[in-house]
């Protein structure tokens, strides 16, 4: 069964530090890959999307993520971290079905920024 | 212009009771998926809508139900209350069918079930 991983349950980084949130699937072709985040009481918000080409994709507001078939990961990076920036971040499947496709969330990576 | 945008924000209800929860798009999008997030399951999606009819359908008991109207707009059903149907409830629109178009969400309803 195709599944989704984020095995960082919650990270907290300083202020103007690196970032890298992990992000692992199972399928047996290569999927639809996405990155959300949600702020508190705010629905999900698109980051970047990877669907075929160059396997390094830029997103929005600083970050980008990088698709390794070998590995089936596709992992987000941010080179420097901004308080605004604590938030949970889904990393997303969409599997392509005969008539329809099947979009699976992994469970979030809760991120904290300390001062 | 006007993004997703859900009503209620809030709800409570009790057992056994039904809920509609309503989601307007936004402009011009003619897809509505729905999501339900609790922190035990995640994020789980409910079903999709594009045209006014249910081109996709996730794992969720008959109880859950939606429908489309002409100008796009969406309503989500709940019947029969169970308390784990507490969750938040959110809504995302697009402009072409499927969840692998970039999806917009709405802030979500909180269903709070007693």
């Known amino acids: 069964a195709q599944s989704v991983t984020q095995p960082d349950i919650h990270i907290t980084v300083s202020e103007g530090a690196s970032l890298e949130l992990r992000c692992n699937y199972s399928?047996?072709?290569?999927?639809?890959l996405f990155w959300y985040v949600q702020s508190p009481g705010q629905g999900l918000q698109l980051l970047l999307k990877?669907?075929?080409?160059?396997?390094l994709v830029q997103g929005i507001k600083g970050f980008e993520a990088e698709f390794k078939r070998s590995q089936s990961s596709f992992n987000l990076r941010k080179p420097s971290v901004h308080w605004s920036d604590a938030a949970e971040y889904f990393c997303a499947v969409v599997t392509m079905k005969t008539s329809y496709d099947k979009v699976i969330f992994g469970p979030g990576t809760s991120l904290s920024v300390i001062p | 212009k006007a993004g997703v945008t859900q009503t209620p924000r809030y709800l409570i209800k009790t057992r056994g009771q039904q809920v509609t929860l309503s989601c307007s798009p936004i402009?011009?999008?003619?897809?509505v998926s729905w999501y339900q997030q609790t922190p035990g399951q995640g994020l789980q999606f409910l079903f999709e809508y594009f045209s006014e009819t249910q081109r996709n359908k996730g794992n969720f008991p008959g109880r859950f139900s939606g429908r489309q109207f002409s100008n796009s707009r969406s309503e989500m059903n709940v019947s029969t209350l169970e308390l784990g149907d507490s969750a938040l409830y959110l809504c995302?629109?697009?402009?072409?069918?499927?969840?692998?178009?970039?999806?917009?969400f709405g802030p979500g309803t909180r269903l709070t079930v007693t």
């Open positions: 399928y047996g072709a290569t999927p639809y």
């Open positions: 990877y669907f075929s080409g160059d396997t």
């Open positions: 402009s011009g999008h003619r897809s």
């Open positions: 995302a629109s697009s402009l072409a069918r499927g969840t692998s178009y970039e999806q917009y």
